[in-house]
T-cell receptor, first 110, second 117 residues
Framework: GQNIDQPTEMTATEGAIVQINCTYQTSGFNGLFWYQQHAGEAPTFLSYNVLDGLEEKGRFSSFLSRSKGYSYLLLKELQMKDSASYLCAVRSGNTGKLIFGQGTTLQVKP | GAVVSQHPSWVICKSGTSVKIECRSLDFQATTMFWYRQFPKQSLMLMATSNEGSKATYEQGVEKDKFLINHASLTLSTLTVTSAHPEDSSFYIC?????????????FGNGTRLTVT
């Protein structure tokens, strides 16, 4: 089966940097995705890793280590609007479906 | 970019009635659509995968006779919650992918908030 773990809640200060970790166990790994979800809204795509290493997109970066089954999402220069849930999702095989972790609720404080 | 439209955004229905939710891909052919359910303060749980022109594949624990999925065209999939009960109240979200895009990120509809009274 598949297992995806991420912290339930995190708190950080506006302007700071925060790292949200995700560990996973799956067969036929075919990519790891990070999504942001504000309360009552659908998830929006942030980043995607299929090979080891760091992917940078503006204030957001995501890292993947396939051998360790580990990823993290790094958010820089935190803004109040970054308060949201961050979902780690793993794709296995080539069906395209994503299995989501339980999500990390990030609260950004002034 | 890929746009997925979901309708309705919210619906309130009485216990025992059926509700249909539509998911449309607006600018691409969605060969595969996925239906998720999300309860408050929980993550997205995959309910089923539907491929155009074939029967949906349901995840373990999801009743296929209760959650009817139809994917009759490359741009439309529907989820019908039959004989809805209060415990079916949830946020239902669809997503879609096109041919050869299984390595691309999924794009989601805006979701449907279902409340069963």
């Amino acid at each position: 089966g598949q297992n995806i773990d991420q912290p339930t809640e995190m708190t950080a200060t506006e302007g700071a940097i925060v790292q949200i970790n995700c560990t996973y166990q799956t067969s036929g790994f075919n990519g790891l995705f990070w999504y942001q979800q504000h309360a009552g809204e659908a998830p929006t795509f942030l980043s995607y890793n299929v090979l080891d290493g760091l992917e940078e997109k503006g204030r957001f970066s995501s890292f993947l280590s396939r051998s360790k089954g580990y990823s993290y999402l790094l958010l820089k220069e935190l803004q109040m609007k970054d308060s949201a849930s961050y979902l780690c999702a793993v794709r296995s095989g080539n069906t395209g479906k994503l299995i989501f972790g339980q999500g990390t609720t990030l609260q950004v404080k002034p | 970019g890929a746009v997925v439209s979901q309708h309705p955004s919210w619906v309130i229905c009485k216990s025992g009635t059926s509700v249909k939710i539509e998911c449309r891909s607006l600018d691409f052919q969605a060969t595969t659509m996925f239906w998720y359910r999300q309860f408050p303060k929980q993550s997205l749980m995959l309910m089923a995968t539907s491929n155009e022109g074939s029967k949906a594949t349901y995840e373990q624990g999801v009743e296929k006779d209760k959650f009817l999925i139809n994917h009759a065209s490359l741009t439309l999939s529907t989820l019908t919650v039959t004989s809805a009960h209060p415990e079916d109240s949830s946020f239902y979200i669809c997503s879609a992918s096109g041919p050869g895009s299984y390595n691309s990120p999924l794009h989601f509809g805006n979701g449907t908030r279902l409340t069963v009274t």
